[in-house]
């Protein structure tokens, strides 16, 4: 019996914070003196406390509502070129039904984009887009899904900008970038991970079994969520799963 692992920096910032809060959660409720982690528990409710403070002036500024709008308009445009090529699988010329299944090959390699942090998707929807203009410009023309295309660059190219606006003015309006303080967070996530897992192995499961039980469940809906070979679902879905994991564990 052990704590699972689960790979920190995959999540974005709003994933981030609530996964932590649930685990902070889970600790108290077990008992910070039971599992041997009472100074630790200290140190990562003060690293969350900042990272929430963080977030929070992150809101504030100005170039935050653009982003989520541009990230939501993104979303909306790569949904759409999957739905104009699930309908051209449907089409009664084999050339065009070729083409329409050669994109969903592609497209299955960029599910679950929108798990991943900003930066990172807009790396992976420009590599998408490269493939789009080269390898795949017939089949896109085949299946119509050009305009859309097009679109996706665009909310991509200003989401880059928007971003990188907000990176370079996050000290002119008195907000840290989260970086470090994730950084910290992780530190301590991780030596908790590792003294609770010596403690099982020293002194056996006895007094853990309800703490690894649940942190597993919790790791294991994560990690579920965040998998992009496994992310199928809408964005709204995969957050309403999220809200249930947090309700769960209330």
């Known amino acids: 019996m052990e704590l ?5 920096t995959k999540m974005h910032n709003g994933t981030y914070f609530q996964f932590h809060k649930i685990i902070i959660r889970l600790i ?5 003196n039971l599992l041997n982690i009472a100074a630790q528990l200290s140190e990562y409710e003060a690293a969350w406390a900042e990272l929430d403070d963080i977030l929070k002036r992150s ?9 989520r709008d541009l990230d939501r308009k993104r979303d909306e445009q790569f949904s759409a070129m999957r739905y104009l090529v699930r309908a ?7 050339e065009i039904v070729e083409a329409a299944r050669r994109l969903t090959s592609l497209f299955d390699n960029f599910v679950g984009l929108n798990q991943n942090s900003l930066i990172e998707q807009t790396a992976n929807v420009y590599n998408l887009l490269q493939n789009l203009k080269g390898t795949y410009k ?6 119509r899904c050009k305009e859309c295309q ?7 190219n200003q ?8 990176e370079d003015t996050l000290e002119e309006y008195n907000t840290p970038s989260t970086l470090p303080v994730r950084d910290k967070i ?4 991780y030596e908790i991970v590792r003294r609770i897992n010596s403690s099982i192995c020293l002194n056996g499961p006895e007094n853990f079994q309800g703490f690894v039980k649940d942190h597993t469940k919790v790791v294991k809906r994560y990690k579920r969520n965040m998998a992009m070979s496994k992310a199928r679902k809408k964005k709204e879905e995969i957050e309403q799963d999220l809200k249930d994991i947090e309700a769960e564990f209330e």
Not at 4 to 8: D, G, H, S
Not at 138 to 143: E, F, M, P, S, T
Not at 150 to 156: A, F, I, P, R, S
Not at 186 to 189: K, L, N, V
């Open 4 to 8: 699972l692992t689960i790979a920190l």
């Open 59 to 67: 809101m504030a500024h100005p170039s935050t509502k653009k982003i």
């Open 28 to 32: 108290k409720r077990a008992g910070a």
């Open 159 to 166: 989401l880059e900008d928007e971003t990188q606006l907000r």
């Open 150 to 156: 097009d679109l996706l660059e665009m909310y991509n």
């Open 138 to 143: 017939n089949d896109v023309a085949l299946c």
């Open 88 to 94: 051209a699988l449907l089409h009664p010329q084999e």
């Open 186 to 189: 992780d530190g301590i996530y």
